[in-house]
């Protein structure tokens, strides 16, 4: 079954065709990144304009790469949310449109599932590690969740404020790194000593699977305010912030996993989200757990269609709908 999945969820316009949930024939993405690096973070009007202007040239470019045209296509998936609102629209519109047009079957897919299914798909039989522990780091959603089966999964724990990416891109923003973040952060923290600054993410009471990164954002803030301008800009000081920023994140969040594989006995973590691209995170995960760890591809880890076209697929099979338009799938959480 040929999936064509559509994503704009929020400045990544992207599409994709993927067969059965597995092959990705083609996958092509538009990114908005060097628009929204001088405001420090996505500008959302900015962001539905250009998922506008971009989206066709996007789905030209990806049936040319599968040589492939819509009337092979079986099934349209949608990124249905979180996202943007106004980008939301664009691409759920432009599949909607192309769905009645071709009359072809239409599901709605979850961004946040659709991260974590990046990993499913790259991994060979998922179902051998299932009960899984699964970790969605975006710059939306920090989530821990046990994993029985695609789209069978419980809540484990979820931030209560801030993502951590989105914590990544507010530290990049306080030292004048630019949007997005997460890459910057990583690339000065290389430079830097991560015990400079005693920084330490938040404990949640009662609920130690809880993430909280804000009191962690603040206290970066305040040791960039507690410098002349003059310093504030000095690279050493840029790189040791960067350091202890993203080793206080990281640690809270291994010592999270290691407590929830003892718990849960976990045959396995699948990983995904744009801070899963993190090779510090990775090395530090690698070391601190003792079960095997499945990341996506590096791009795979940002946002991009084949995930959506690839969950598509499984939510289109569970959703046991014989309707042609069916934005939504039956039985899956809420994220
Ligand atoms: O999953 P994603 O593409 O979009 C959302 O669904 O939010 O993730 C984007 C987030 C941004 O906050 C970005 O700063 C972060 O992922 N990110 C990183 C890295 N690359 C991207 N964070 C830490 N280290 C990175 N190398
Ligand atoms: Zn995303």
């Given at each position: 079954m040929k999936v064509l999945g559509i994503e704009s969820t929020c400045d990544e316009t992207a599409a994709a065709i993927v067969e059965s949930g597995k092959t990705i024939l083609s996958h092509k993405i538009a990114s908005q990144a060097a628009i929204h690096h001088e405001f420090g973070g996505v500008v959302p009007e900015l962001a539905s304009r250009h998922h506008i202007n971009d989206i066709f040239e996007v789905l030209d470019a990806t049936f040319k790469e599968a040589h492939?045209?819509?009337?092979?296509?079986?099934l349209i998936a949608v990124a249905k949310g979180p996202g943007l609102i106004g980008s939301l629209l664009v691409g759920i519109q432009t599949a909607k449109a192309f769905a009645w047009s071709l009359q072809k079957p239409l599901v709605g897919v979850n961004h946040v599932e659709a991260h974590l299914y990046a990993a499913l798909m790259e991994c060979e039989h998922p179902e051998q590690f299932f009960p899984a522990l699964g970790m969605i780091l975006s710059g939306g959603h920090s989530t821990l969740l046990s994993i029985q089966g695609i789209g069978k999964y419980t809540l484990i724990g979820q931030t209560i404020d801030d993502a951590m990416g989105e914590a990544f891109d507010k530290v990049a923003k306080m030292l004048g790194l630019g949007y997005p973040g997460g890459p910057r952060v990583e690339e000065y923290a290389q430079l830097?000593?991560?015990?400079a600054f005693p920084f330490r993410a938040g404990i949640v009471k009662e609920k130690p699977y809880s993430f909280s990164f804000s009191g962690l954002k603040t206290a970066v803030l305040y040791a960039i305010q507690s410098k002349e301008p003059a310093q504030r800009a000095e690279k050493q000081f840029i790189a040791d912030i960067c350091a202890s920023f993203q080793h206080a994140a990281f640690s809270n969040l291994a010592e999270k996993l290691k407590k929830a594989s003892v718990e849960f006995h976990p045959k396995a973590l699948f990983l995904g989200g744009g801070v899963t691209q993190n090779k510090a995170l990775r090395l530090m995960l690698q070391k601190e757990l003792s079960l095997p760890l499945f990341w996506p591809s590096p791009e795979l880890?940002?946002?991009?269609?084949a995930m959506i076209a690839g969950l598509g697929f499984h939510v289109w099979r569970q959703s046991k709908t014989d309707e042609l338009f069916t934005l939504e799938p039956i039985t899956r959480i809420e994220f």
């Open positions: 492939l045209t819509p009337h092979d296509i079986d830097g000593n991560p015990k880890c940002l946002d991009n269609a």
